[in-house]
Structure formats: structure tokens, C-alpha cells
């Protein structure tokens, strides 16, 4: 990271609990090498061991990296950095509106049976992505799941995570494969307007579609992440984290870059 943004992540990274009296042992190693270790592995997609000299050694990065993961700092620090592009763009840090997509990606060796499958449509053995995005194309809710496992199963599942943190959703825009008993199930229990947009009967080649283009662009912006190409975790909340390290990449720079 450069200077700048390292003062953009410096400011919205959770606070040790040994600096607030909290107690717990301070930590041996400087969070700028932790932080720029772990962007350059999801960047640069490489094994924890490949890990350069010039970083701290591969296990204490691993070590920082998992407890993130565990205790929730990595998406407190992401969705902290999502309020502030909010901000800066002159929006309210809380959306009121959301886009929702999968994504199946092959999988890795490493990844075990019991969390992987094939999704018939898109023929792929792997998992699958599911994310909510806002209007501006920033991560609100992830969840990864087996390439198995359809549109309309996991998607009970993000709203919920996706009602259950930011309240004042109100509508949620998505493809054909969220229609059906999903769409009751937004309206009746979680009180969101599940809009379903399709394309015509009558439309041939690539069409940009209303509202859907926004989710697309957000996986492309993952995709930039070497890491994300295809799934190497073992665990599904691994994957997860590490697609909030990618989003958080994303929205730094765009925050470094206004701040020159």
C-alpha cells in the first residue's frame, strides 16, 4: 500500500483490545506488513507458504488472517470502509436498495467434497457466490455455498443475512432464478420487494439489464483477485473472507485516489 492508503485502512481498522484496556497480549508484528501480506496473497493468488521473505513469516500471517476471520473483524473492517465510499459519493452509509447474483467458480483440490457440488447449468464442479451489492456495486451480504445448491435456496439464506444488518433495505433487484416461492418469502417474512428482472423473449446477443449490470461489474472486480479465480479454501467462511479482503482492496484505492 501506498502512504495514502494506508491512512485510509489504518482509519477503519478495528482497534486491538489491548490498546482499549481490554487486556490481551499486544501484538509482535506491525498491521501495515500484516494487512499488505494478506492483500498481496488475495491479490497475487498464492499459496500461505509461497509467502515472500519480505513479509512477516507465512503462519503468523495466517494466524492474524484467521482470527479476523473468526471474531468478525474482517467484515467490521470492510463494512467500514463501504460506509465511508458511501459517504464520499454523497450517499447515506445505510442503502435502502440491493442487487442480488451467484457466481460459480471451479474448485481447487483442496476443496473438500462435503462443500463443493456441480451446477448444471453453468457446468461447473466447484461452489458458488452468492452476493448482495448496492446500487453503487459495494458489497452489503456474501454467502458461499456448494455450485449445487440453486439460486432461490441460498437466496433465503443472504436476505436473511442481508435484513438481519442493514434495516432499512426496502428492495432487492434479481434474475429469473430468484422467482418463485422466494419472492413470498421476501415480501411476507422479511419485508423486502424482491424484483425480478428479465430479459425480453424477443432479445438476442449481450443486452446490458437494468439494475443486474451493477452485480455483474462487482464480480468482475473480484475476479481482478488472483485468488478468487477459482475456489482453494476449505472452509466456505474462508471464501468469504477472502472475498471481503478482495472488496476492500477495491474500495481503498477508490478512497486513496479521491483523497489526493
Same mark, same amino acid.
Not at 498491521?31 to 499459496?47: E, F, K, P, S
Not at 483442496?110 to 459495494?138: E, Q, Y
Not at 456448494?146 to 444488518?165: F, K, P
Not at 419472492?183 to 422479511?190: G, I, N, Q, S, T
Given at each position: 500500500?501506498?502512504?495514502?492508503?494506508?491512512?485510509?485502512?489504518?482509519?477503519?481498522?478495528?482497534?486491538?483490545?489491548?490498546?482499549?484496556?481490554?487486556?490481551?497480549?499486544?501484538?509482535?508484528?506491525?498491521?501495515?506488513?500484516?494487512?499488505?501480506?494478506?492483500?498481496?496473497?488475495?491479490?497475487?493468488?498464492?499459496?500461505?507458504?509461497?509467502?515472500?521473505?519480505?513479509?512477516?513469516?507465512?503462519? @503468523?500471517?495466517?494466524?492474524?488472517?484467521?482470527? +479476523?476471520? *473468526?471474531? =468478525?473483524?474482517? &467484515?467490521?473492517?470492510? #463494512?467500514?470502509? %463501504? /460506509?465511508?465510499?458511501?459517504?464520499?459519493?454523497?450517499?447515506?452509509?445505510?442503502?435502502?436498495?440491493?442487487?442480488?447474483?451467484?457466481?460459480?467458480?471451479?474448485?481447487?483440490?483442496?476443496?473438500?467434497?462435503?462443500?463443493?457440488?456441480?451446477?448444471?447449468?453453468?457446468?461447473?464442479?466447484?461452489?458458488?457466490?452468492?452476493?448482495?451489492?448496492?446500487?453503487?456495486?459495494?458489497?452489503?451480504?456474501?454467502?458461499?455455498?456448494?455450485?449445487?445448491?440453486?439460486?432461490?435456496?441460498?437466496?433465503?439464506?443472504?436476505?436473511?443475512?442481508?435484513?438481519? @444488518?442493514?434495516?432499512?433495505?426496502?428492495?432487492? +433487484?434479481? *434474475?429469473? =432464478?430468484?422467482? &418463485?416461492?422466494?419472492? #413470498?418469502?421476501? %415480501? /411476507?417474512?422479511?419485508?423486502?420487494?424482491?424484483?425480478?428482472?428479465?430479459?425480453?423473449?424477443?432479445?438476442?446477443?449481450?443486452?446490458?439489464?437494468?439494475?443486474?449490470?451493477?452485480?455483474?461489474?462487482?464480480?468482475?472486480?473480484?475476479?481482478?483477485?488472483?485468488?478468487?479465480?477459482?475456489?482453494?479454501?476449505?472452509?466456505?467462511?474462508?471464501?468469504?473472507?477472502?472475498?471481503?479482503?478482495?472488496?476492500?482492496?477495491?474500495?481503498?484505492?477508490?478512497?486513496?485516489?479521491?483523497?489526493?
Amino acid at each position: 500500500m501506498s502512504d495514502a492508503e494506508w491512512a485510509v485502512v489504518r482509519d477503519a481498522m478495528p482497534v486491538p483490545g489491548w490498546l482499549e484496556g481490554r487486556g490481551g497480549q499486544p501484538e509482535g508484528y506491525c498491521h501495515r506488513q500484516m494487512v499488505d501480506a494478506i492483500r498481496y496473497l488475495v491479490a497475487g493468488g498464492i499459496a500461505w507458504r509461497a509467502m515472500p521473505a519480505d513479509f512477516p513469516a507465512w503462519d @503468523r500471517v495466517y494466524a492474524f488472517f484467521r482470527r +479476523w476471520r *473468526d471474531k =468478525g473483524l474482517v &467484515g467490521e473492517f470492510h #463494512d467500514r470502509l %463501504r /460506509d465511508r465510499v458511501r459517504e464520499v459519493a454523497g450517499r447515506d452509509p445505510e442503502p435502502t436498495a440491493g442487487i442480488i447474483d451467484a457466481q460459480s467458480v471451479k474448485a481447487a483440490a483442496s476443496v473438500p467434497a462435503v462443500s463443493r457440488g456441480f451446477d448444471g447449468g453453468k457446468k461447473v464442479n466447484g461452489r458458488k457466490r452468492h452476493i448482495v451489492v448496492d446500487t453503487l456495486g459495494l458489497l452489503l451480504a456474501v454467502t458461499v455455498t456448494a455450485a449445487s445448491v440453486t439460486d432461490r435456496e441460498a437466496g433465503g439464506t443472504l436476505l436473511a443475512r442481508l435484513r438481519e @444488518r442493514h434495516w432499512r433495505i426496502t428492495i432487492v +433487484w434479481a *434474475d429469473g =432464478g430468484y422467482t &418463485g416461492r422466494l419472492v #413470498d418469502l421476501a %415480501r /411476507d417474512v422479511l419485508g423486502l420487494a424482491l424484483r425480478v428482472v428479465k430479459r425480453g423473449d424477443d432479445t438476442a446477443g449481450f443486452v446490458v439489464l437494468p439494475k443486474r449490470w451493477l452485480v455483474e461489474r462487482t464480480f468482475a472486480w473480484l475476479m481482478r483477485s488472483r485468488r478468487l479465480a477459482r475456489d482453494y479454501e476449505a472452509r466456505t467462511d474462508t471464501s468469504e473472507a477472502v472475498i471481503r479482503w478482495s472488496m476492500s482492496m477495491v474500495m481503498s484505492r477508490r478512497l486513496a485516489r479521491r483523497a489526493r
